[in-house]
């Protein structure tokens, strides 16, 4: 599977471009502003068809890219429905930092709501749906056979925020890394949404917010 990063904004948010190499069928996810040209390229450089845009969660720095990818790519655009409510406050996230950029950001049409558990297919690439709450409502992440897209759930050496649009609380964040992505291959690695590249043994190793034993009120 082809894997392909490019990040940048005020955020340094990761966008990602995954492609299955014998049919040439890809994957976006979490187009924002300040990446989808940077990453249209990429789609284009791989000569990949890209039919489905999938977020892993609705925060401006991820989404409002997205109705610009819609458009240029003729895709759909793929969500939990639990997010609903962040991506129709899209606009006033961009207000809330004017400094960034984000310009008026339009707010896109869901064409598919995701469930916890459901495939996402393209080519011959098949992943998995986790539906883990906490930095948003309905944030996810994508499983594959040894890699996982975690969104802002879970970073190399630490979490996500609680505090933003959207957010629960630290004790259900926690709790879905605990419950549904530490069981996963220590060997899978992690492609979050801000940092690098990581792995699942490595954080439920050395990741205060996990290994330390670090007790949430």
Do not use: W
Not at 49 to 66: E, Q, R
């Amino acid at each position: 599977m082809i894997i392909r990063c490019v990040a940048g904004g005020p955020f340094l948010t990761n966008c990602y471009i995954l492609g299955c190499e014998e049919t040439g069928e890809g994957l976006l996810v979490d187009p924002g502003i300040h990446v989808v040209g940077d990453a249209l390229e990429e789609i284009e450089r791989f000569e990949l068809t890209v039919k489905k845009i999938l977020n892993t969660h609705a925060h401006v720095d991820h989404a409002s890219g997205v109705d610009y990818a819609k458009q240029a790519l003729g895709a759909e655009f793929y969500l939990h429905p639990k997010e609903e409510a962040v991506l129709k406050a899209m606009p006033q996230q961009a207000r809330r930092f004017p400094e960034c950029g984000f310009g008026e950001v339009k707010v896109p049409k869901v064409d598919h709501h995701l469930e916890d558990g459901e495939e996402i297919e393209f080519g011959k690439i098949r992943g998995k749906v986790i539906h883990t709450p906490g930095h948003t409502y309905g944030s996810i992440c994508i499983s594959f056979d040894g890699d996982l897209i975690s969104g802002d759930t879970l970073f190399a050496g630490s979490v996500g925020r609680v505090d933003l649009t959207g957010g629960t609380s630290m004790r259900e964040l926690i709790g879905s890394i605990k419950k549904k992505l530490l069981v996963l291959d220590p060997s899978t690695k992690v492609y979050s949404g801000h940092g690098p590249v990581t792995t699942i043994g490595t954080e439920k190793d050395t990741n205060p917010f996990i290994a330390g034993g670090l007790i949430i009120f």
